[in-house]
């Protein structure tokens, strides 16, 4: 199956009669979607089988549908993304059997993370400039994070833990942008994926090493956690 259509999460408003609610990409299991509701400002994560059903796992045409057991009241929101495991769960063995649909399925599920990487990227490039600490959308932070390298190692100036609530449940970070603190700021691109690891904290992760940084020179960091 090919993928030809790119990945942006949808949102509906609730009406307190639709149930049905599509989405415009490709998934391969039900348990990749994300399904949240936001009542009041106030946005909980819904459950599988127990709120809301999915069809359309797995086809070969992009799309497919979320059914609420009950319908998002008038007010509401309700937003649908995709979260594809990065895993690799198809074990390929020298002169074994060969299955186009096995492949093509492990190549799918690689170019629908990285559709999913891109369009989180994205949202930090469009933020434009430096920002505080910030809760994008539940279960997404940026993290806004200053420190100064080391001019002797910069090794020991990590770890760095940064403040993230839910940190012990961090799956993943991604780097946005990066800035030499000077006057005025400076963006720099030429920088690495962060190394890093949840917690220690209930409210931290720790960043690890952040390759391509220069000793002696101040910067700030913005990165996106995913829960």
Not at 15 to 25: E, K
Not at 146 to 151: I, L, N, R
Not at 153 to 171: H, Q, R, S, Y
């Amino acid at each position: 199956m090919t993928v030809e259509l790119g990945y942006a999460p949808v949102s509906y408003n609730g009406t307190g009669a639709q149930v049905d609610f599509p989405t415009t990409w490709r998934f391969l299991d039900e348990e990749d979607l994300v399904v949240k509701k936001t009542v009041a400002g106030v946005t909980s994560t819904l459950v599988l089988d127990v709120d809301y059903t999915v069809a359309g796992a797995g086809a070969a045409e992009p799309g497919g549908t979320v059914t609420t057991l009950v319908a998002p009241a008038l007010g509401s929101t309700l937003a649908i993304s995709r979260l594809t495991p990065i895993t690799q769960p198809n074990s390929f063995r020298q002169l074994g059997p060969f299955s186009p649909d096995t492949w093509e399925r492990t190549v799918d599920r690689i170019t629908l993370w990285g559709q999913e990487n891109r369009y989180r990227i994205g949202v930090l490039e469009a933020l434009g400039s430096l920002v505080n600490v910030s809760t994008l959308a539940a279960g997404v932070q940026l993290l806004n994070q200053a420190f100064t390298v080391d001019a002797d190692a910069p090794e020991e100036t990590f770890p760095t833990v940064l403040a993230c609530a839910g940190g012990l449940n961090a799956k993943h970070m991604f780097l946005g942008r990066v800035w030499k603190t000077s006057a005025p700021d400076t963006r720099i691109d030429d920088i690495g994926p962060p190394e890093w690891k949840p917690g220690p904290g209930a409210n931290e992760v720790t960043l690890l090493w952040l390759p391509g940084l220069e000793p002696g020179v101040n910067y700030t960091v913005n990165l996106l956690v995913l829960f």
